[in-house]
């Protein structure tokens, strides 16, 4: 059975940095990539980052240039670097595990954290 547990997150200011992590426990052959969501009050779920097994990346516009996806797999955990954040980054941030189509684009499988509330206010 696949498990997910984040932490990392909080409070901070407008310019600082958090970084989220994530636990994973269990397996399943059909997973090949994980990503972090993230979603507001009154919005939909939205991806932030992903991160496949052989090592590239996506990252949704809002973020790019600030927020960076890294993986240990010596520990399993599943990392969202968040720099210069922005009151608008303020959300529940789940991670998730998933795979890429071959189109680029990823997909979730249903495996999801309980999600980390992350607040950025002065």
């Known amino acids: 059975q696949v498990q997910l547990v984040e932490s990392g997150g909080g409070l901070v200011q407008p310019g600082e940095s958090l970084r989220l992590s994530c636990l994973i426990s269990g397996s399943d052959p059909s997973i090949k990539a994980a990503g972090w969501y993230r979603q507001a009050p009154g919005r939909e779920r939205e991806l932030v980052a992903a991160?496949?097994?052989?090592?590239?990346?996506d990252y949704a516009d809002p973020v790019k240039g600030r927020f960076a996806i890294s993986k240990d797999n010596a520990k399993n955990t599943l990392y969202l670097q968040m720099n210069s954040l922005k009151p608008e980054d303020s959300a529940v941030y789940y991670c998730?595990?998933?795979?890429?189509?071959?189109?680029?684009?990823?997909?979730?499988?249903?495996?999801w954290g309980q999600g980390t509330q992350v607040t950025v206010s002065s």
């Open positions: 998730n595990l998933g795979g890429f189509r071959y189109s680029g684009k990823y997909y979730s499988l249903p495996y």
């Open positions: 991160l496949h097994d052989r090592g590239t990346s």
